[in-house]
């Protein structure tokens, strides 16, 4: 059964700080890792990793994956208080049904 | 990004009814949408992959005959949730993909659906 995993759960920081996000992945035939951010109700994209490396940037977020260790990071920093949200990572694979797999999110807090 | 527009974004509805909730694609054509469904605190489910003109594909453990999927168009997909019960109660949320699978998926707003 495909599986991903988000560390922590819920991190409460000071604006200004700078958080790292976690995911981990145990997925066959895996093709891509995407990064979302929950605020209210829809999910909206960040990122899509699919090279091993390749770090990806926009504006103070920034992504890695390490498909060696089955892992990727999300990178935020200077945070903001709007930066307050449910960072979801979330996985693709290849051929069959092509829905994403969902880690249970990371609930960030930034604090004033 | 894409737009992706779902309806209604919050319905209230008696036990033993259906309902209806639509997710299009307003400036894309969606070759596939997926529905999902998420549960206070926890993450989005996988509940089906529907491709326009065809059957949907339902994950493991989700009733095909309750949750009714529709992909008229390459426009339009609708999720009916039959004889509704209070457990039925959640968050559903599609998200549409215009063409090939390694490329991102858009998500509407979610449909609240309380069931009493």
């Known amino acids: 059964e495909d599986k991903v995993v988000q560390s922590p759960l819920s991190l409460v920081v000071h604006e200004g700080d700078t958080v790292t996000l976690n995911c981990s992945y145990e997925v066959t035939n895996f093709r891509s890792l995407l990064w979302y951010k929950q605020e209210k109700k829809a999910p909206t994209f960040l990122f899509m990793l699919?090279?091993?490396?390749i770090e990806k940037k926009s504006g103070r977020l920034s992504s890695i994956l390490d498909k060696k260790e089955l892992s990727s990071i999300l990178n935020i920093t200077a945070t903001q208080t709007g930066d307050s949200a449910i960072y979801l990572c979330?996985?693709?694979?290849?051929?069959?049904?092509?829905?994403?797999?969902f880690g249970k999110g990371t609930h960030l807090i930034i604090q004033p | 990004g894409a737009v992706v527009s779902q309806h209604p974004s919050r319905v209230i509805c008696k036990s033993g009814t259906s309902v209806k909730i639509e997710c299009r694609s307003l400036?894309?054509?969606?070759?596939?949408m997926f529905w999902y469904r998420q549960f206070p605190k926890q993450s989005l489910m996988l509940m089906a992959t529907s491709n326009e003109g065809s059957k949907a594909t339902y994950e493991q453990g989700v009733e095909k005959d309750k949750f009714l999927i529709n992909h008229a168009s390459l426009t339009l997909s609708t999720l009916t949730v039959t004889s509704a019960h209070p457990e039925d109660s959640s968050f559903y949320i599609c998200s549409a993909r215009e063409g090939r699978a390694n490329t991102e998926a858009f998500f509407g707003q979610g449909t609240r659906l309380t069931v009493v």
């Open positions: 979330a996985v693709l694979r290849r051929g069959g049904a092509d829905g994403l797999t």
């Open positions: 699919t090279s091993s490396g």
């Open positions: 400036d894309f054509q969606a070759t596939t």
